[in-house]
C-alpha cells in the first residue's frame, strides 16, 4: 500500500551534540555516525508515521526474522559540499529505485519514495553541520531495512524498520589495492539475489576475503559460479580494465550489482571519447593482457571506494603487477566523477541533487 507523507516527520532532536569529540581530519570509515538517525516501522500492512531521532541503540526482540533469515536490504550514498556551503545528493533517486530492486527480492515491502526523500533531506539539514565540505570529504549515508517481526518460523516478516544513518567519511581505501581473482568463489550464481544489496551477499565475503587477506590481497574479484572464468565484480565495488585504450566492465546481471558509480563512469567515459565495451571478460584475457603489456589498468568504482586503483592481482599462485600509466582513465574518470559531485563544474547528466 503506498502511503502518502500526509504526517510530517515526528523530530525529536538531540541536546548535546558529538559534533566537537569528532577528528574530522582522521577518520576511519564507517565508524563514526552523526547525531540524529531515521527511522520508520511497518506494521500492519503500512509503513508508519516516519521519526528522526538522536542517533542510538535499538531494541529489538532476539526472535526478530532479521538475526535468523538475514532478511536486510541496504544502500550506499553520499552528500558532498561545496565550498559556499551547499549540499548535494547524487542520483539519490537510483539509491531510492535501487533499495526497493533488493527490498523486493527478499520479500520486504517498497518503501514509499516521499519518506525515502523527504527523511533523507530532513536528515540532512539537521546533521549539515556534520558535512565538511573539501574533495574527498563527503557523508555516506546508510539507509537499510530489516525484518523485525518477532518470530523465527522460517517465512517473510510482516514487521520492519527501515533507517537512514549517517557517517562523515574520507577514503575508503588508502593508496591503491592490490585483489586475488576467485578461483572457487562467487558472489553469486544465476537466480541467486547478487544483483541485490543484501545484507548476506557481503557476509558471504568475509570467510574468501581473509583467506585473500592471508595471500598479501585486500579484496577478492569474484568469478561466475559456473565456470570461474569470467570476472564479476570486487568485494566492495565493481571492477573496470583498461587494455590499450579500451575500457572493459562486465555487463550487470543477476549476479552483479548494477553499481550507481559504474553506470556513471561508463556515461562519462563514453562522453569523453574513451572507448568502452560492457561484455563478457575472461580472466585469461585480463592474465594475458598483464602478460603481453596491454593491461594499463584496472579500478574498482564504488559509492564508498569511489574510484580505486588497483596495482597487484592474483590468480592461481602467479603475481602480476601493474603499473599506473601517467595519464590514467583512473584519474581522470575520478576528477570528472568529483567535479559533479562536488559542484565545481556544469552537471550535463542532471546527476546532482541539490538539498
Ligand atoms: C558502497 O559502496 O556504498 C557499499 O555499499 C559497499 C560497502 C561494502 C562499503
Known amino acids: 500500500m503506498e502511503n502518502t507523507i500526509t504526517d510530517s516527520i515526528k523530530i525529536t532532536p538531540i541536546t548535546t551534540s558529538k559534533l566537537d569529540k569528532v577528528d574530522f581530519d582522521n577518520l576511519s570509515?564507517?565508524?563514526t555516525f552523526t547525531d540524529h538517525m531515521f527511522e520508520c516501522d511497518f506494521k500492519d500492512g503500512v509503513w508508519q508515521t516516519p521519526q528522526i531521532k538522536p542517533y542510538g541503540p535499538l531494541t529489538i526482540d532476539p526472535s526478530a526474522r532479521v538475526f535468523h533469515y538475514g532478511q536486510a536490504v541496504f544502500e550506499g550514498m553520499k552528500a558532498f559540499k561545496d565550498d559556499k556551503g551547499d549540499v548535494f545528493l547524487f542520483r539519490p533517486k537510483d539509491n531510492f529505485n535501487r533499495i526497493n530492486i533488493s527490498a523486493n527480492r527478499l520479500a520486504i515491502p517498497s518503501f514509499p519514495e516521499q519518506y525515502f526523500m523527504e527523511g533523507l533531506k530532513q536528515l540532512l539539514k539537521?546533521?549539515?553541520?556534520?558535512?565538511?565540505?573539501g574533495a574527498g570529504n563527503s557523508l555516506y549515508i546508510r539507509p537499510f531495512v530489516i525484518a523485525t517481526q518477532a518470530c523465527v518460523s522460517a517465512a517473510e516478516a510482516n514487521e520492519y524498520k527501515f533507517m537512514i544513518i549517517c557517517s562523515p567519511a574520507q577514503a575508503y581505501y588508502v593508496g591503491d589495492v592490490s585483489v586475488l581473482?576467485?578461483?572457487?568463489?562467487?558472489?553469486?550464481?544465476?537466480?541467486?539475489?547478487?544483483?541485490?544489496?543484501?545484507?548476506?551477499?557481503?557476509?558471504?565475503?568475509f570467510y574468501p576475503t581473509n583467506l585473500a587477506k592471508k595471500e598479501g590481497y585486500q579484496q577478492v574479484i569474484w568469478t561466475d559460479a559456473d565456470t570461474h572464468e569470467y570476472m564479476e565484480e570486487a568485494g566492495t565495488m565493481n571492477i573496470f580494465f583498461r587494455i590499450n585504450d579500451t575500457l572493459l566492465t562486465a555487463p550487470i546481471s543477476d549476479r552483479i550489482l548494477d553499481g550507481i558509480t559504474r553506470k556513471s563512469l561508463l556515461e562519462i567515459a563514453e562522453k569523453e571519447g574513451i572507448a568502452t565495451e560492457v561484455r563478457p571478460i575472461k580472466v585469461n584475457e585480463i592474465?594475458?593482457?598483464?602478460?603481453?603489456?596491454?593491461?594499463?589498468?584496472?579500478?574498482?568504482?564504488?559509492?564508498?571506494?569511489?574510484?580505486?586503483?588497483?596495482?597487484?592481482?592474483?590468480?592461481?599462485?602467479?603475481h602480476y603487477e601493474i603499473k599506473r600509466p601517467e595519464k590514467a582513465f583512473a584519474s581522470h574518470l575520478k576528477k570528472a566523477l568529483m567535479d559533479i559531485q562536488y559542484n565545481l563544474t556544469e552537471d550535463p547528466y542532471g546527476w546532482r541533487v541539490k538539498l
Open 287 to 318: 592474465v594475458k593482457a598483464a602478460e603481453d603489456g596491454g593491461l594499463k589498468e584496472m579500478f574498482g568504482a564504488g559509492t564508498a571506494a569511489v574510484i580505486s586503483p588497483i596495482k597487484a592481482f592474483g590468480y592461481k599462485g602467479n
Open 29 to 31: 570509515f564507517g565508524k
Open 181 to 205: 581473482i576467485a578461483e572457487k568463489y562467487s558472489r553469486s550464481a544465476n537466480g541467486g539475489v547478487g544483483y541485490a544489496k543484501a545484507a548476506g551477499n557481503y557476509a558471504a565475503q
Open 126 to 133: 539537521i546533521d549539515e553541520k556534520w558535512i565538511k565540505s
